[in-house]
């Protein structure tokens, strides 16, 4: 059986992401809709720590499976989000040789789309990195091929530096992504990769071009 090719906006349980017109969308069976009477099943729990999916692992069923609807919704808002975002690519610069390589695209993104696009942006060029992203040495000891990006991912390595909005990657789970991506307050958007060819001007251009946002 071939397997499917990895999805920028595949949900974390690996379901469609689709939404009814009401907005959110089914929600799926879960056995806190079954509990007896008097059980609590609508508080949150505070514990458990995020996963590499961005889930909440939290002890009772109900609470993972609302956890992982929720997610479903946020991965739809950041596909649509990056379909509407307004960008142009103004300069492209590298290096390639025989064993080293290295990108630096620099884009324009609309200052009227910043505020809610950056974000997912930020997200959907890091998904692709990681998505094309292989092992390489003894990084291959943890290389799972059905891994996925999540939302846990990109939170965790999102950060504000002078005005910025930064987020590197280097190894992440066995896959050498070695991925830059840099939004600043005037729009200007900084893509830089490290021996990984011209892949940057590829993703871009894919979501220049609304490629690879269908959520399927």
Same mark, same amino acid.
């Given at each position: 059986?071939?397997?499917?090719?990895?999805?920028?906006?595949?949900?974390?349980?690996?379901?469609?992401? +689709?939404? =009814?017109?009401?907005?959110?969308?089914?929600?799926?069976?879960?056995? @806190? @809709?079954?509990?007896?009477?008097?059980?609590?099943? =609508?508080?949150?729990?505070?514990?458990?720590?995020?996963?590499?999916?961005?889930?909440?692992?939290?002890?009772? $069923?109900?609470?993972?499976?609302?956890?992982?609807? $929720?997610?479903?919704?946020?991965?739809?808002?950041? /596909?649509?989000?990056?379909?509407?975002? #307004?960008?142009? %690519?103004? +300069?492209?610069?590298?290096?390639?040789? /025989? $064993? +080293? =390589?290295?990108?630096?695209?620099?884009?324009?993104?609309?200052? !009227?789309?910043?505020?809610?696009?950056?974000?997912?942006?930020?997200?959907?060029?890091?998904?692709? =990195?990681?998505?094309?992203?292989?092992?390489?040495?003894?990084?291959?000891?943890?290389?799972?091929?059905?891994?996925?990006?999540?939302?846990?991912?990109?939170?965790?390595?999102? #950060?504000?530096?002078?005005?910025?909005?930064?987020?590197?990657?280097?190894?992440?789970?066995?896959?050498?992504?070695?991925?830059? %991506?840099?939004?600043?307050? $005037?729009?200007?958007?900084?893509?830089?990769?490290?021996?990984?060819? !011209?892949? /940057?001007?590829?993703?871009?251009?894919?979501?220049?071009?609304?490629?690879?946002?269908?959520?399927?």
């Amino acid at each position: 059986m071939t397997m499917p090719s990895p999805c920028l906006f595949r949900s974390p349980n690996g379901r469609s992401v +689709r939404r =009814s017109r009401g907005g959110r969308g089914p929600s799926p069976r879960t056995p @806190a @809709a079954e509990a007896s009477p008097g059980q609590r099943v =609508s508080q949150w729990s505070p514990a458990g720590p995020l996963g590499s999916s961005g889930l909440v692992h939290l002890d009772l $069923d109900g609470y993972y499976l609302q956890a992982m609807d $929720d997610d479903n919704a946020t991965f739809h808002d950041l /596909a649509t989000s990056v379909a509407a975002a #307004r960008f142009r %690519i103004l +300069r492209v610069e590298g290096e390639e040789e /025989a $064993d +080293r =390589s290295w990108q630096r695209v620099t884009c324009h993104l609309h200052r !009227e789309d910043l505020p809610w696009a950056a974000v997912p942006i930020a997200h959907a060029v890091s998904a692709h =990195s990681f998505a094309d992203a292989r092992p390489r040495g003894v990084s291959g000891a943890d290389f799972d091929p059905r891994d996925e990006w999540g939302l846990g991912d990109l939170l965790s390595r999102l #950060r504000f530096e002078r005005g910025r909005l930064v987020l590197e990657t280097d190894y992440v789970r066995g896959r050498m992504m070695k991925t830059d %991506i840099s939004i600043g307050p $005037d729009g200007r958007l900084v893509v830089a990769t490290r021996n990984r060819h !011209e892949m /940057a001007l590829r993703w871009l251009r894919a979501l220049k071009g609304k490629r690879h946002l269908q959520l399927v």
